[in-house]
């Protein structure tokens, strides 16, 4: 009797504490949404533009959700670019500051910023900038500014694009864990990692191309705007020679070197340099309250923008996974809508599933029989993420795009060495010949390598099949660019894989155009979770979240970062259409 009164007041007390958890948390939400209502940019304010998460081209938040803002993980780029478009027009705002960054955002999403600060400058408003110190594409990005500042002890680097690639080929045979390879055709780079210890000439070769065509991009546009010759901007990057503030400003990289309270007055006097005012600054995520609700493009007629970001997987998808489900239930809605005149497909993805980039390929060619459709590429779209885009009436892609990648790979997991190294034999038993087509305890069989082989050769030709068709050109003039090459966006253009060298407005204007239509209102694609079914999910993985961030925390970011490319490759299914290896560009 004791045990169940016991019993039942502990599940009593447990939903009570719960009931008290979630009236605070809605109390907590209710106050930040009127918080949010009363926001007040006043008059002579300064947008502070401070870029401290991760930036992904879409979130999906609703402007009307009042818990959009809560436990946020990253900043949306189309809300970025608006906030700045509004802020152009806005008479309370008299300039931009862009403070202390650590830009954690592609460069060709930095490009997209710049560009929109560039637009910003015509209105007449200044652009200052200040930091401790400037990583490399801080100060790309920092470059559009009027006047460039620094603190007397900070640092610059500049100093051009690294790339470096893993290679497990040791691990492997250490460890008795090993991942067996299946490619087809010249597709060398495909899953190098896996297969040597280091990297091959032809591989070496295409990422110097690839890295110094996204280089000279970069430092055209810096060149622009500094007034400094290309071939200088290199020099200083060989020699380092804008590492301290006094060689940055020497070399014309930045144009003062002052503490922050320095950079306050300075911000003070380019506001009103008569009255001495207080300095209003509102940051950029209080202006979006603003911003939010002043959409710039209005009208009966709508431009659909469906984002595409993240891996493809063979599934719903969703914020930072491509799915057909919810890609093909937003282009379907899209396609639908009589209001909808045109399709713009935003696209930044290094690929994944072929299945799941075929299905989103047709469905695709289905709304283009009904409507336009534009590919907008953001900072990757390659391999899979360039098959859903092939078939675009028009493709824009921007300067510091990687693009390209058409291959495919097969990539299984194989124990036999470690299995028979301690001491598991496995034994199989099957109704017919090809019963047991493959088991993770024993070595490849020469049939099943041939069958899987068959396999990606066929979802190869079909890939190469979806270029021609979209691109019209020759299977031959396809594979020529094939065979897994990545492509920059500018190279892209000149191989005839992309139409123009654009950003996402740019393809959004093509669309209208196409649909001959000039007053125009956005739709926004695919509509992701609420704030609150996003806390919901967060609060049930708190413990795995805690879980990762103790193993990173123990091992360190280098060890964790190889673990988790492992545990990627050991979970793909089926042929995958991805980049041929984690580029990554620093």
């Known amino acids: 009797m004791n045990f169940l009164r016991n019993f039942l007041a502990a599940i009593l007390g447990c939903l009570v504490a719960f009931g008290i958890i979630f009236f605070m948390f809605f109390l907590f939400a209710s106050l930040l949404s009127s918080s949010e209502d009363t926001v007040v940019v006043k008059k002579n304010s300064v947008l502070e533009l401070q870029l401290q998460l991760p930036i992904t081209d879409y979130v999906g938040a609703n402007a009307d959700d009042p818990f959009a803002s809560l436990f946020k993980a990253s900043q949306g780029l189309d809300e970025i670019l608006n906030a700045i478009e509004v802020a152009k027009e806005d008479d309370d705002i008299k300039g931009i500051s862009i403070n202390n960054n650590f830009t954690l955002a592609g460069y060709a999403q930095t490009h997209e910023i710049r560009r929109a600060l560039q637009d910003f400058k015509k209105s007449g408003k200044f652009i200052y900038t200040f930091a401790d110190f400037y990583m490399q594409k801080d100060y790309y990005l920092a470059s559009v500014a009027d006047s460039i500042f620094i603190n007397p002890v900070g640092a610059l680097d500049f100093k051009g694009l690294a790339s470096e690639v893993l290679f497990y080929k040791d691990l492997q045979e250490k460890t008795g864990v090993k991942m067996e390879v299946i490619r087809h055709g010249k597709y060398k780079s495909a899953v190098e990692p896996f297969l040597e210890n280091e990297m091959s000439d032809a591989n070496r070769t295409q990422i110097k191309e690839l890295i110094s065509s996204l280089w000279n991009s970069i430092i055209e546009e810096i060149s622009d705007e500094r007034n400094i010759l290309p071939r200088d901007l290199n020099s200083i990057a060989d020699t380092l020679g804008g590492r301290t503030p006094q060689m940055a400003k020497t070399a014309g990289l930045i144009d003062e070197i002052v503490f922050y309270d320095q950079y306050e007055q300075k911000l003070k006097y380019a506001v009103d340099p008569v009255l001495d005012n207080g300095l209003n600054i509102i940051t950029l995520e209080d202006y979006f309250v603003r911003s939010n609700r002043k959409m710039k493009r209005k009208g009966k007629d709508k431009i659909a923008i469906i984002f595409a970001q993240g891996e493809i997987i063979y599934g719903e998808g969703g914020p930072d996974m491509i799915g057909q489900g919810l890609m093909n239930e937003a282009i379907i809605k899209a396609k639908e809508d009589d209001q909808v005149k045109a399709i713009v497909l935003r696209v930044d993805s290094p690929g994944g599933s072929a299945l799941s980039s075929d299905i989103i390929w047709r469905e695709l060619e289905l709304a283009k029989e009904k409507k336009p459709v534009v590919v907008s590429m953001g900072n990757v779209a390659a391999s899979g993420g360039y098959y859903i885009a092939a078939g675009a009436d028009k493709i824009y892609a921007e300067p510091t795009t990687i693009t390209g990648s058409i291959g495919v790979f097969g990539t299984i997991p194989n124990i036999s060495e470690l299995a028979a190294d301690i001491g598991i034999n496995a034994e199989q038993v099957g109704t017919n010949k090809n019963s047991v087509d493959y088991s993770l305890f024993e070595p490849m069989t020469d049939g099943f390598r041939s069958t899987v082989q068959e396999g990606i050769k066929k979802t190869y030709d079909t890939f190469l099949d979806r270029v021609s068709q979209g691109r019209n050109m020759s299977i031959s003039e396809v594979n020529d660019v094939a065979q897994g090459r990545v492509w920059s966006g500018v190279d892209a ?75 990627s490759a050991m979970e793909q299914k089926g042929p995958q259409t991805r980049m041929p290896f984690v580029l990554n560009i620093k």
Not at 526 to 535: A, H
């Open 493 to 567: 253009k000149r191989i005839g894989l992309v139409d123009e060298l654009g950003n996402l407005n740019d393809a959004v204007q093509e669309a209208a155009k196409m649909a001959e239509i000039e007053e125009f209102g956005i739709k926004k694609y695919p509509r992701y979770k609420t704030g609150l079914e996003r806390f919901m999910e967060d609060f049930g993985g708190a413990s795995a979240k805690t879980k990762k961030s103790l193993i990173e925390q123990e091992i360190g970011v280098e060890a964790y970062t190889i673990i988790k490319q492992v545990k």
